[in-house]
């Protein structure tokens, strides 16, 4: 039973920077962000696309990775660090 009124559910109020929507097969990023934060949650994401199995802690640390070496190699929107 997923309805609100179950135990089941909680609600949160937050700030979203990005998801991966398993079900459509879809990844968001907030519009709003830029340079090296807009690369670190597009990585992020992407990985949790890729690979739904793996837990939050691998997943950030993954992308964070990621997003610094491609920072670093100058890979990024507006190019990155040159
Ligand atoms: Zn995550």
Same mark, same amino acid.
Request: glycine share 10%; net charge negative.
């Given at each position: ?5 179950? /135990?089941?559910? /909680? ?51 993954? %992308? ?13 929107? %507006? %190019? %990155?660090?040159?």
């Amino acid at each position: 039973m997923n309805s609100l009124n179950s /135990s089941k559910w /909680s609600v949160f109020r937050e700030r979203l920077d990005g998801w991966a929507d398993h079900d459509e097969l879809e990844v968001f990023v907030d519009q709003a962000l830029k340079g090296k934060r807009m690369l670190e949650v597009s990585c992020h994401e992407v990985l949790h696309a890729m690979l739904p199995h793996f837990n939050e802690a691998r997943i950030q640390a993954m %992308g964070k990775f990621q997003a610094d070496l491609l920072w670093k190699l100058g890979i990024g929107p %507006g %190019g %990155g660090a040159q």
